[in-house]
């Protein structure tokens, strides 16, 4: 029975990471209560045996010696002997949270694992909400860290700071496309920066596509931030970047992921959801949409690759090896 | 029957470690069965006994399982099993590799005399012979676990139904080494009915001996005199039979160490000799866990976190766990409500339970009532919520009762943290 729903765990799933905690101590907390959950089943029924017995033949008077086959209980494979039938699990964390940061993160368990990877690989957006103190600047860009500098930000309005986020939005487009190794002047590139799906499909520095602000009220400000290859660290960087853009200075309060490619913060689990049965009921759910997404960023993928170079025919191989993954990532 | 398959064992057992068979002998046995094997040993020039244990068990291995057949008329299985077992579990994981080399050595010659004059391997022989030929797999010699000698030995088998736990036992080798050489009806069954006349269940015997295997190698008497010492100092029956059951070790403890732990903590914590009794019953492990945490929390409780002396009884006797508690979760947790939520010295003390839950439930509970602007923890002002309240009803009730929100409300909060 707990082989059973072994099998069926199978697949990516999101947990909301509360702040304070480790990435690590989280998923760790997850391989625990899964093993837990599969370790409860049912006991398997008591193993027998065969052995070969010494006994008296019945029916002669003689007192002939025979051997016969019986089947004796053995508690070899006795659960108090052998121990739980499962000792650990492989969970795979996708893209990590520091401990300050909260929010979505994706986890893998068992085939899920390579998913973790297409879906680096797809290199999907994450959205976050980050919260900034103006007025103060620390070295570590939070508020607990040591105090450098203490600023006033009475001349700060909203539309400086709007004014502000376009034209750190602009630049970032700017560094997307050159990031994305397109050729801008062919027609097909074209209409897929009108559609908004440019976006570099191999390593880069942290790109903004995205950031507003939600709500400001003075020293308090909250923005909206799309970005993609990122770390919160980063995230905070840029918060302290804004306070001295907007001649004044700015720490972090809190950075949370609200979304992480597909996953969204409906999707993830709370601490008191943390279990076998919930996590199960989480992946079936979200199987579908994730596979949805990478064969779509599989195919586009494919399309810009051969943008650049429209000469070259499509080769067999490239195509056999194209339509093996995406059958795989299909499943 | 002349020897049943009950008396091999004993029989067995009651020969000298130092007992040492000779080749010559070794083939003797090997025609003539039955009662003839039982005069054929004689003392021979000692080994060490661990040289012994292993040649005379694995010698004797071959012999016993050709006796055996003679006997076999009204042997069952689990004779075999047991009669097997006596002697297997002499060569078994204690041998180290080195000795075990070394005699194997010396002893091949000789060995190779066992096939060779009267049973050659070309022999003919009559079927009832081929039929006893017992040719079962043999144990091995030595091993990480005790799955493969479970079977061969009753004194497992037993623990096993009794519900001892061998898997963690296994992972100390001298205690597997200690069960497999215990006899059942010798040792281990005294102090299981020992343990069932202090008061522990059937069904709690398993999960104690799991924790405390190291009880079958105490000896009964220091047993009997460690709880006379506890009657003495008024503990009553059931409170024994309560402690040794949360903390396994305690009788493991010779009368001075109790008495010295007893000690410590009425001079430490200075309550009357009731309290204290009453402490040590609900959590016997200070008993048996080591003191200097102990000796830390008083410390903290008193210097850092600036609770008087009257103050830290009254939250030690409600709950004793606080005098274990780790010492950076303490601080971390007073320090969020004392500086954080505002809550005063006086009103800690009335609810000592907040030390004992995680912080991240206080910090959650807090931050949810914040939002709601229902965070009123000064008992003088209307809308007052206990501290209690806060930690230790479950979620459901407190959204219905304290918040005044849906369960769904306080989750999409926390989604926002």
Request: charged letters at 25%; aromatic letters at 8%.
């Amino acid at each position: 029975m707990g082989s059973a729903r072994l099998a069926q765990l199978n697949g990516l799933f999101a947990a909301y990471k509360p702040p304070g905690l480790k990435w690590k101590h989280l998923r760790d907390t997850i391989e625990l209560q899964l093993l837990k959950g599969l370790n409860a089943g049912k006991p398997p029924a008591p193993e027998q045996r065969v052995r070969f017995l010494l006994g008296p033949l019945e029916s002669s008077e003689k007192k002939e010696l025979t051997l016969t086959a019986t089947s004796v209980p053995t508690l070899r494979k006795h659960p108090l002997v052998c121990g739980p039938a499962f000792t650990s699990l492989k969970v795979a964390v996708g893209h990590r949270l520091d401990a300050q940061a909260s929010g979505v993160l994706v986890f893998g368990v068992g085939q899920g694992r390579r998913l973790l990877t297409d879906m680096y690989n797809a290199h999907l957006t994450k959205d976050y909400t980050v919260r900034g103190l103006l007025g103060k600047a620390t070295d570590d860009f939070c508020e607990d860290g040591r105090l450098v500098e203490k600023t006033t930000y009475d001349h700060v309005t909203r539309e400086k700071l709007d004014r502000i986020l376009a034209m750190i939005q602009g630049s970032h487009q700017k560094a997307l496309v050159m990031y994305s190794n397109l050729d801008l002047k062919t027609q097909e590139a074209y209409e897929m920066a009108v559609r908004g799906l440019i976006r570099p499909m191999n390593k880069s520095p942290m790109l903004i596509t995205g950031i507003r602000c939600l709500h400001f009220a003075p020293p308090e400000f909250l923005l909206e931030v799309q970005c993609m290859h990122e770390t919160q660290k980063q995230l905070r960087k840029l918060v302290h970047e804004i306070g001295l853009e907007l001649k004044t200075t700015a720490v972090c309060t809190q950075v949370r992921r609200t979304r992480d490619g597909v996953f969204t913060l409906d999707d993830a689990l709370l601490r008191t959801q943390w279990d076998l049965h919930s996590i199960l009921d989480a992946i079936e759910a979200a199987a579908p949409r994730v596979a949805a997404e990478l064969e779509k960023s599989l195919s586009l993928g494919l399309d810009t690759q051969q943008l650049p170079s429209p000469r070259w025919p499509w080769d067999s191989e490239g195509l056999s090896s194209a339509l093996g993954l995406e059958s795989d990532v299909g499943h | 029957m002349a020897l049943s398959a009950q008396q091999i064992p004993r029989w067995f057992n009651s020969i000298k470690l130092s007992s040492f068979i000779n080749a010559t002998q070794l083939t003797k046995h090997c025609t003539r069965r039955g009662k003839t094997l039982l005069h054929g040993f004689s003392a021979q020039p000692q080994m060490s006994s661990d040289n012994c244990f292993l040649q005379w068990g694995f010698k004797t291995y071959r012999t016993s399982s050709l006796w055996n057949s003679s006997q076999s008329t009204n042997l069952s299985s689990q004779e075999n099993n047991s009669a097997q077992s006596t002697l297997l579990p002499s060569m078994n994981e204690q041998s180290q590799k080195t000795q075990k080399i070394p005699n194997f050595d010396s002893e091949l010659s000789l060995e190779g005399l066992d096939d060779l004059p009267p049973l050659s391997p070309l022999q003919p022989v009559s079927e009832e012979e081929a039929i006893q030929i017992v040719a079962d797999p043999p144990l091995p010699l030595s091993s990480f676990t005790l799955r493969h000698y479970v079977d061969h030995s009753e004194t497992l088998q037993k623990l096993v139904l009794l519900g001892v736990d061998l898997s963690k036992i296994e992972k100390h080798p001298e205690a597997a080494n200690l069960l497999l050489r215990l006899d059942f009806e010798k040792d281990i069954k005294q102090i299981l009915l020992f343990l069932k006349d202090l008061g522990i269940e059937d069904n709690h015997l398993g999960t104690f001996l799991s924790k405390n295997y190291a009880i079958f190698s105490e000896d009964l008497e220091d047993l009997k005199t460690r709880v006379a010492y506890l009657r003495s100092k008024n503990f009553s029956k059931a409170d024994i039979a309560q402690m040794v059951r949360n903390a396994p070790f305690l009788l493991n403890f010779s009368v001075e160490r109790l008495d010295n732990r007893l000690g410590f903590f009425q001079k430490e914590l200075e309550l009357s000799v009731k309290k204290t009794r009453d402490l040590v019953v609900r959590l016997p492990r200070l008993l048996t866990g080591s003191l200097e945490p102990v000796k830390e929390n008083m410390k903290v409780y008193r210097l850092e976190l600036g609770f008087k002396h009257n103050e830290i009884q009254h939250m030690i006797t409600r709950i004793p766990k606080m005098l274990t508690a780790n010492k950076r979760k303490l601080t971390e947790t007073f320090d969020y409500l004392h500086n954080v939520m505002n809550i005063p010295h006086h009103i800690i003390v009335k609810f000592p339970q907040v030390f004992n839950t995680r912080l991240f439930k206080v910090k959650e509970r807090h931050l949810f009532l914040t939002y709601l602007r229902r965070a009123q923890y000064d008992p003088a002002k209307p809308n007052y919520i206990a501290l209690d309240k806060l930690v230790s009803i479950p979620d459901e009730i407190f959204c219905e009762e304290i918040a005044k929100a849906s369960v769904q409300d306080f989750e999409k909060f926390l989604k926002t943290l």
